[in-house]
Nanobody
């Protein structure tokens, strides 16, 4: 059974940090690109960051560049999203997702339509 489980969310003050984890089971993570997405009520789900399966190329939404870092540990079947300098605009439900597609360029890599498997999501709230 394919499963993606997110952890590490919660409440943090502006300027703080969180590290999200996405643990995969039921498939071989090595062959899949993994993306992180977020969604707030009334808005479409947007791609935040993703990492390729072959050379660990990383892609980022412009508003998180320099603040977020994605990484993967295939031995642990886990992908991480380190989020620093968080601000209230980062508040959302965060999801991880997996795709067998080859990531070609940023807009494509961050398009949720190319992703096949999704986690349940977790809440990240940035507030004083």
């Amino acid at each position: 059974q394919v499963q993606l489980v997110e952890s590490g969310g919660g409440l943090v003050q502006p300027g703080g940090s969180l590290r999200l984890s996405c643990e995969a089971s039921g498939f071989t993570l090595d062959y899949y690109a993994i993306g992180w997405f977020r969604q707030v009520p009334g808005k479409e789900r947007e791609g935040v960051s993703c990492i390729s399966s072959d050379d660990d190329s990383a892609y980022y939404l412009d508003s998180v560049k320099g603040r977020f870092t994605i990484s993967r540990d295939n031995a642990k079947s886990t992908v991480y999203l380190q989020m620093n300098s968080l601000n209230p605009e980062d508040t959302a439900v965060y999801y991880c997702a997996a795709t067998y597609q080859e990531l070609r360029y940023t807009d494509y890599a961050l398009d949720p339509r190319i992703y096949d498997f999704w986690g349940q999501g977790l809440q990240v709230t940035v507030s004083p």
